[in-house]
Every structure is written in structure tokens, then in C-alpha cells.
């Protein structure tokens, strides 16, 4: 594969062609898997979204051992220059790109067929029923290709938003552990966080139940509910919400109120593919209100968090694998 082509895929530079071959070229094989990684976490942890900084040539001619501690406290402080006015309302207004791939999934004889959202992209998925989904960052959604006469059943990890054509006679289900979500024609949402065994199921429009595995009823939602389960300890939560608030990720920001830190760091570990740790457990219930855009360097966002809390962070950046940050 062409380097520089993988980067303008990283920047969203490419056609939906173009684009849809690059995915197709980057789960051909491990290796090529571990370079798509290792740009994308040089990408994610530098700061060289801004394009007027970089140009492809520099970037290529440059390996990931040349980022330094001294070049992510510059980034910091050029980013600071710009972002202190907006500190209080905890919101990046720069702009920023997003990179999406668009599926359309057709009718064939196989059993069942995966797709997986990249680290930093997210996936549109149109089904043969005429359902839609929308898939944040690192998540995997499993479905058969031909349906069952009788359901819709999908399995997902992470996070989708669902648009459900309506069918009766032929209900949609979606198996997250060991619940399901069922719907006839139905718009909701769902994030399943396997780190903090939690699910928040929000409902935009139509009706849906959620029963056990076994068949007990949990709970009916009805438009603009959130219901937030603990896998752990069998605890729901029901109430009513601004449905905004859970599918802003979808317009490429994301908006919440009075969140941990440490929720808040289990969604930068999926759309970075990093891995946060927390040496203090203090840390963990830090909480904030407010509204970041997605894609931008992660370090800018924990420079943000940090200047409006009281913890400080270390970053180990690792070519072929999640690098590390260290929220102390």
C-alpha cells in the first residue's frame, strides 16, 4: 500500500472508494493491521491534524521514536495559546474532519458477517432489510446476511446508533451480553462498555423493550429514556434525558453532563485506541459537564481536562500496539 495514500485516509482525504479499499487493504493481514496502527497512533497522540503544520513527505520521513515528551509539552503549549478561552466551557470549537465508511451490506448465503469500526472512524451500515447503523469508534457488530423468518437478531460491542425499518411480524433484536434489546421500527441507541460491564440503551423515537436473556422483562422505553444497566450487579437505572446528549458522537463531538473521568476515559481508549490507566483511584471520579469534538489529538483533550481538574498524566507511545497514558 502507498504510504502516503494511507495517510490521506487517515486525514479523510480519500474518496468513499477509495476509502472503503483502504479498510479492505488494512484487515487483509496483521502487518497490514500494525502500520494502519502504528500511523494512527502517531496521528492521535502528536497533534498533526492541523495540516498546515506537516506535509505528508515530513511525516513519512519521520518514525514514531522522533515524538518526544519535549514535542508533546510544545504541541501543549501551542494549543494552549488558543485554547484558554475556552477552557471554562470545556469545548473545542476548532475544526476538525471526520473520516467515515459507508457500507451497504447486500443479500447472500453466508451465516453471519462482522464489521468492525476502526479506532478513529466510524462505520455506516446499511442492512437487506433497509435498517441502518451507524457504528462509533472501535466497535463490532455481527449479524447473519440472511435473516431468520421470524427475527433480526445482531450482537454488538460498543457503541450504534439504530434507524429499524419497521417490520411486526419480524422483531429486531440486539443481544449486548446477556440481555436483549428488541424493536419493531425503532431509532435508539446503545452503548456497551465490556471495560465497566454497563450498557446505556436511549431511545429517539418508537418503542423498545429490554428483557434478560431468559425471556424477563427489564424494561419498556419510550422516546427521549435512557436506561443504564449494570451488568455487575443486575442494577437499572431509568430516566429521561435529551436524546442529543448520546448520539452527538455521530455529528463528530460529544456531549455530556456531570461524567467520571474514568467513563469518560473508556470512550478515549475506543476512538484512539489507547489504553488509560489511573494510579490514583481519586482520579477516577473526577467529573465534567460540557462538549469535546472527536479526532482531535488526544493529548489536546486531557490538556483541556487537566486545566480544569487537579491530575496530571504521562504518555508512552508504543509503534505496534496501544500506547499508554498514565492519569496520575
Not at 450487579?233 to 474514568?262: C, H, M, P
Amino acid at each position: 500500500m502507498n504510504e502516503e495514500k494511507l495517510w490521506l485516509f487517515i486525514k479523510g482525504r480519500l474518496t468513499e472508494k477509495d476509502e472503503q479499499a483502504i479498510l479492505d487493504w488494512i484487515y487483509a493481514s496483521e502487518d497490514n493491521k500494525k502500520m494502519y496502527i502504528s500511523l494512527k497512533n502517531l496521528w492521535t497522540l502528536s497533534g498533526i491534524a492541523r495540516e498546515d503544520q506537516f506535509e505528508v513527505s515530513d511525516f513519512l520521513d519521520n518514525n514514531i521514536e522522533s515524538i518526544t515528551k519535549k514535542d508533546l509539552r510544545r504541541k501543549h503549549s501551542e494549543f494552549l495559546k488558543y485554547a484558554a478561552t475556552i477552557i471554562l466551557s470545556l469545548s473545542l470549537t476548532s475544526f476538525t474532519s471526520y473520516i467515515y465508511f459507508k457500507h451497504r451490506i447486500e443479500r447472500s448465503y453466508n451465516t453471519s458477517q462482522t464489521i468492525i469500526a476502526p479506532p478513529g472512524q466510524r462505520s455506516d451500515i446499511e442492512m437487506s432489510d433497509g435498517t441502518t447503523v451507524s457504528l462509533n469508534s472501535g466497535t463490532t457488530l455481527e449479524f447473519p446476511v440472511s435473516w431468520n423468518p421470524r427475527k433480526r437478531n445482531v450482537n454488538l460491542v460498543g457503541e450504534a446508533l439504530f434507524q429499524v425499518n419497521s417490520d411486526d411480524k419480524r422483531p429486531f433484536i440486539v443481544t449486548i451480553n446477556n440481555i436483549d434489546v428488541i424493536a419493531t421500527g425503532t431509532c435508539f441507541n446503545i452503548n456497551y462498555k465490556p471495560k465497566l460491564n454497563t450498557v446505556d440503551v436511549t431511545l429517539i423515537s418508537g418503542n423498545l423493550d429490554i428483557v434478560s436473556k431468559d425471556g424477563r422483562p427489564l424494561t419498556q422505553l419510550h422516546p427521549n429514556q435512557n436506561a443504564h444497566l449494570n451488568l455487575t450487579n443486575d442494577s437499572l437505572t431509568l430516566r429521561n434525558v435529551d436524546a442529543s446528549f448520546y448520539t452527538s458522537w455521530k455529528e463528530g463531538q460529544i456531549t455530556f453532563a456531570n461524567k467520571r473521568l474514568e467513563d469518560i476515559a473508556v470512550d478515549l481508549e475506543r476512538w484512539y485506541n489507547v489504553e488509560i490507566v489511573f494510579s490514583k483511584d481519586s482520579s477516577r471520579d473526577i467529573r465534567y459537564s460540557g462538549t469535546i469534538l472527536k479526532n482531535k489529538p488526544i493529548d489536546q483533550l486531557l490538556e483541556i481536562l487537566r486545566l480544569t481538574s487537579n491530575f496530571s498524566y504521562d504518555i508512552q507511545i508504543r509503534s505496534d500496539k496501544s500506547s499508554i497514558i498514565t492519569i496520575k
